[in-house]
């Protein structure tokens, strides 16, 4: 009898892990936004609790317990002690996944430390010394907040390990306004990390070595543990976290340029197929109703993801801006320095970017609005349309009644605003017999130019009748004199022609 049992078992734990990788990517599905917001809140746990359960089986420990967290300034928490774990489910899908698969983590580093697998020497003793508990169960080692924080090894490895899968699944949420959102926010988080960790590098030393001190002395850590990770620090070595996490950021800075080119190109695809749509239908002598409804339909969807979209290049822009701004005032730039620093440029130009891409989402949300427009007038017939409007009779009545209400319920208001009223009429009043007095004196004003012209014209008739008689005078005159030397000359012609 042959007995094949490498392959055999290779086959049968390669199958496992196909299994288990198509069951979770068929919850993690479920964290695309626009079918994760479909779901109530104890429906969300129950998926956060099915993902759990696959991944815990495939790491081999014991599943969480998972609970509704409620405090709005905190993502998440991992209790060791009860086994529980708390989600904050008040932010986006995406922000509820990575949180859930960062305490995981942290579920995950307990497991490790007591059966003394998964990590690197260096690693396993720093995360056991930041995890140590005194004898009521309280964590006696770990830093809640500022550099302990931030570059503890098991918070680094938390922080790297969800990043990790969620880039993984980058594809199934690529063209997601709000995965894009999603990865703005961890850039910012990384950047920071990383940024602390070189800035800070002597202090976090300082901070491991002491807790690796106060372990040992507690009893917590061997005497080989302990001198491992004081000859880790003494030789300025870098950890597994500290390489990994410069690492990941560069990974989702490619991971984001992509998403934003398939996001770019779903709202492309997703406008003409609209416009197709809108102009098959909207112009022919008997549109389908139902078909034009349908549209209108879609196309509330993607001004919703436009939406998502705008809320995403709006905080860029604006961050951007104050980005620019501090950074010309901390180096007291002039304008022709600004043309030749090359940050402040490469600043510029992504603040260029953000703000053409909000103007091209607000041309794309008036073309949608646009069409819906239309789409209602075709839709809703005219006497619809009428009839939504009160009839001048009804909506007198419906004054009435509200002014009765506010009447009982605000009086005093109601009486200030009839005296105002009152006052202002009277005011009106005022205005308008001034104007009209001022009307009259104006017209009494041209009555006394225009008599005035008519004696001017008149005056200047008699002036001209005079020049009229002086002139006629002067052509008589002309005229006797004119035919005398008339006659003179005729007779000298004559005189001339026959004396030849």
Same mark, same amino acid.
């Given at each position: 009898?042959?007995?094949?049992?490498?392959?055999?078992l290779?086959?049968?734990?390669?199958?496992?892990?196909?299994?288990?990788?198509?069951r979770?990517?068929e919850?993690?599905?479920?964290?695309?936004?626009?079918?994760?917001?479909?779901?109530?809140n104890?429906?969300?746990?129950g998926?956060l609790?099915?993902l759990?359960?696959?991944?815990?089986?495939r790491?081999?420990?014991?599943?969480?317990?998972?609970k509704?967290?409620n405090l709005?300034e905190?993502?998440?928490?991992?209790?060791g002690?009860?086994?529980?774990?708390?989600?904050?489910l008040?932010?986006?899908? /995406?922000e509820?996944? %990575?949180?859930?698969?960062?305490?995981a983590r942290h579920?995950?580093?307990e497991?490790?430390?007591?059966k003394?697998e998964?990590?690197?020497?260096?690693?396993?003793?720093?995360?056991?010394?930041?995890n140590?508990?005194?004898?009521?169960?309280?964590?006696y080692?770990?830093?809640e907040?500022g550099?302990?924080y931030d570059?503890?090894c098991?918070?680094?490895?938390?922080?790297?390990?969800?990043?990790?899968?969620m880039?993984?699944?980058? +594809?199934?949420?690529g *063209?997601?306004?709000?995965?894009?959102?999603?990865?703005?926010?961890r850039?910012n988080?990384?950047?920071?990390v990383?940024?602390t960790?070189k800035?800070?590098?002597?202090?976090?030393?300082?901070i491991?070595?002491e807790?690796?001190?106060?372990?040992?002395?507690?009893?917590?850590?061997?005497?080989?543990e302990?001198?491992?990770?004081?000859?880790?620090? #003494?030789e300025?070595?870098?950890?597994?976290? +500290?390489? %990994?996490?410069?690492?990941?950021?560069?990974?989702?800075?490619y991971?984001?340029?992509?998403?934003e080119e398939?996001?770019?190109q779903?709202l492309?695809?997703?406008?003409?197929? *609209?416009?197709e749509?809108?102009?098959?239908e909207?112009?022919?002598?008997?549109?389908?109703?139902?078909?034009?409804?349908?549209l209108?339909?879609?196309?509330?969807?993607n001004?919703e993801?436009?939406?998502q979209q705008?809320?995403r /290049?709006?905080?860029?822009e604006?961050e951007k801006?104050?980005?620019?701004?501090?950074?010309?005032?901390?180096?007291?730039?002039t304008?022709?320095?600004?043309?030749n620093d090359?940050? /402040?440029q490469?600043?510029?130009?992504?603040?260029s970017?953000?703000?053409?891409?909000?103007?091209?989402?607000?041309?794309?949300?008036?073309?949608?609005?646009?069409?819906?427009?239309?789409? %209602?007038e075709?839709?809703?017939p005219?006497e619809?349309?009428?009839e939504?409007?009160l009839?001048?009779?009804?909506?007198?009545e419906?004054?009435?009644?509200?002014?009765?209400?506010?009447?009982?319920?605000?009086?005093?208001?109601?009486?200030?605003?009839?005296?105002n009223?009152?006052?202002?009429?009277?005011?009106?009043?005022?205005?308008?017999?001034?104007?009209?007095?001022?009307?009259?004196?104006?017209?009494?004003?041209?009555t006394?130019? #225009?008599?005035?012209?008519?004696?001017?014209?008149?005056l200047g008739m008699?002036e001209?009748?005079?020049e009229d008689?002086?002139?006629?005078?002067?052509?008589?005159?002309?005229?006797?004199?004119s035919?005398? %030397?008339?006659?003179e000359?005729?007779?000298e012609?004559?005189?001339?022609t /026959?004396s030849?």
């Amino acid at each position: 009898m042959i007995f094949q049992w490498g392959p055999s078992l290779f086959l049968s734990k390669a199958n496992e892990e196909l299994q288990f990788e198509g069951r979770e990517k068929e919850v993690i599905q479920k964290f695309t936004s626009k079918i994760w917001n479909q779901y109530s809140n104890n429906q969300k746990i129950g998926i956060l609790q099915n993902l759990e359960n696959i991944r815990a089986k495939r790491q081999g420990r014991r599943p969480v317990n998972i609970k509704e967290y409620n405090l709005k300034e905190f993502y998440g928490e991992y209790n060791g002690n009860e086994n529980t774990m708390f989600v904050n489910l008040n932010h986006s899908s /995406y922000e509820v996944l %990575d949180t859930y698969l960062h305490e995981a983590r942290h579920a995950y580093q307990e497991k490790s430390v007591k059966k003394g697998e998964g990590y690197d020497e260096h690693s396993f003793n720093m995360i056991k010394a930041e995890n140590v508990v005194d004898e009521n169960g309280n964590l006696y080692n770990y830093i809640e907040d500022g550099v302990g924080y931030d570059t503890a090894c098991c918070e680094l490895d938390a922080n790297n390990e969800a990043m990790r899968t969620m880039l993984s699944y980058s +594809e199934e949420f690529g *063209s997601d306004p709000e995965y894009l959102n999603y990865l703005e926010e961890r850039k910012n988080h990384f950047q920071d990390v990383n940024e602390t960790l070189k800035e800070e590098r002597e202090q976090r030393q300082e901070i491991q070595k002491e807790q690796a001190e106060k372990a040992y002395y507690r009893g917590d850590l061997s005497e080989e543990e302990y001198t491992e990770i004081k000859e880790h620090v #003494e030789e300025n070595r870098m950890d597994r976290m +500290e390489k %990994d996490s410069p690492y990941i950021e560069n990974s989702l800075d490619y991971t984001k340029e992509h998403c934003e080119e398939s996001v770019g190109q779903e709202l492309r695809e997703r406008m003409t197929d *609209s416009k197709e749509k809108f102009e098959s239908e909207i112009y022919k002598k008997h549109p389908d109703k139902q078909k034009l409804n349908e549209l209108r339909q879609d196309n509330n969807q993607n001004l919703e993801y436009i939406k998502q979209q705008q809320q995403r /290049y709006n905080s860029k822009e604006n961050e951007k801006f104050d980005e620019i701004q501090k950074y010309v005032n901390e180096n007291n730039l002039t304008p022709r320095e600004c043309q030749n620093d090359e940050k /402040y440029q490469e600043m510029l130009n992504e603040y260029s970017t953000a703000k053409e891409e909000n103007a091209s989402l607000r041309y794309q949300k008036e073309v949608l609005e646009e069409q819906n427009k239309q789409i %209602d007038e075709v839709i809703t017939p005219k006497e619809e349309q009428e009839e939504k409007r009160l009839p001048q009779g009804e909506e007198q009545e419906e004054q009435g009644k509200n002014i009765a209400r506010r009447m009982e319920e605000e009086p005093e208001q109601i009486v200030a605003e009839t005296e105002n009223e009152e006052l202002g009429m009277e005011e009106i009043a005022g205005e308008e017999e001034q104007e009209t007095e001022n009307e009259e004196l104006g017209m009494e004003e041209i009555t006394g130019e #225009e008599e005035q012209e008519t004696e001017n014209e008149e005056l200047g008739m008699e002036e001209i009748a005079g020049e009229d008689e002086t002139e006629a005078e002067n052509e008589e005159m002309e005229t006797d004199s004119s035919s005398v %030397d008339s006659s003179e000359g005729e007779d000298e012609d004559e005189e001339y022609t /026959y004396s030849y």
